[in-house]
């Protein structure tokens, strides 16, 4: 049992030295380093190149909106496929990330709202990042710096829906968002939050959640066909 006590000292001690001296030496951004590896925010600018096959994404501004609706008595109901979720990996000083976007788009496809979900540490410090390489560690599931810039994101998929399939996906966010404690580099980690999302709605996820983020993502598209909707009552 010492021996076993002893060998796990020596590896959170050496993972927090190795984790000081990377906060040290390495480029960070104001908010530090964050989930599956350090801020996006010191990529050096001539690497952050969307590698996505999709446009660049567009957001309806509030006066765009008050145009479409003006003469317009009340607000018209959601279309289906008004609906979206947007599965995303994004460049950091390590491997990157995955995580999803997901909310309401207007007729032109703009994006109206939105919010973002994903697995990664508890906090700003590089500590738990290293740590989690280990053994599992404390985890967040909102965004984290970087998920909300798009000039960071890697590789995307955009899948449109209908009102109903959408509220069920987001309560299963909020669910998995409740009750996913834990990361880990190994076992569990933001590519497999993003599979379990995936397989949720009848799609196939991306297979090894070992692959850098951009990838992972990339195999999910291709593993479903680049398909852009899902039929109502999917899920």
């Not at 009340?74 to 950091?92: C, H, K, Q």
């Not at 309401?104 to 906090?123: K, M, T």
């Not at 909020?174 to 949720?200: E, V």
Request: proline share 8%.
């Amino acid at each position: 049992m010492r021996n076993f006590i002893g060998q796990w000292a020596r590896l959170g001690a050496l993972a927090l030295c190795f984790s000081v001296t990377a906060a040290i030496t390495a480029p960070r951004a104001e908010n530090g380093f964050d989930l599956d590896g350090p801020s996006s925010s010191a990529v050096p600018s001539q690497a952050v190149a969307n590698t996505s096959d999709q446009p660049p994404i567009e957001y309806a501004s509030q006066a765009q909106e008050r145009r479409a609706t003006r003469g317009r008595r009340a607000a018209a109901p959601a279309a289906p496929g008004a609906y979206f979720i947007e599965f995303r990996s994004r460049y950091a000083q390590s491997y990157g990330h995955s995580y999803a976007a997901f909310g309401r788009l207007n007729s032109r496809g703009q994006i109206i709202s939105s919010e973002v979900a994903g697995l990664h540490p508890a906090g700003d410090s590089p500590v738990p990042w290293m740590i989690g390489h280990l053994i599992p560690v404390p985890s967040e599931t909102g965004p984290s710096d970087g998920d909300l810039e798009d000039m960071y994101i890697s590789n995307r998929w955009r899948v449109t829906m209908g009102e109903a399939d959408y509220m069920k996906l987001v309560a299963k966010i909020r669910q998995m968002q409740r009750s996913t404690p834990l990361w880990s580099a190994t076992t569990y980690n933001c590519n497999s939050f993003l599979g379990d999302i995936a397989r949720y709605m009848g799609l196939r996820s991306g297979g090894s959640i070992l692959q850098t983020p951009p990838n992972y993502v990339a195999t999910m598209k291709r593993a479903n066909g680049n398909r852009s909707s899902i039929p109502p009552g999917s899920i």
